[in-house]
């Protein structure tokens, strides 16, 4: 963390964690299989995928964006309203 100007804090996010939001900052223009539980598997030699209806608001959710290397960051940004 460092201190931005006039005093705002600046917070960076850890690798692989750009594309992380709580469930209940999930857009609701987008369907659930948009997103991703954290136990859900993208890469590796078993890629598996893990339902997410019937989850509480405060699960920390992956937004799938990964998966779309050139619009990923257009992807992040419309998909939750804070990460």
Request: charged share 25%.
């Given at each position: 963390m460092a201190q931005?100007?006039?005093?705002?804090?600046?917070?960076l996010k850890l690798h692989r964690s750009v594309d992380w939001c709580l469930l209940q900052?999930?857009?609701p223009r987008y369907q659930l299989d948009e997103f991703a539980d954290l136990r859900e598997r993208l890469f590796g030699s078993r890629?598996?995928?893990v339902g997410l209806t019937g989850q509480p608001d405060d699960l920390l959710i992956r937004l799938r964006a990964?998966?779309?290397?050139n619009d990923a960051w257009r992807r992040v940004?419309?998909?939750?309203?804070?990460l």
């Open positions: 931005g100007p006039a005093g705002e804090l600046v917070i900052h999930r857009s890629a598996y995928t990964l998966e779309h290397w940004k419309s998909r939750a309203s804070e």
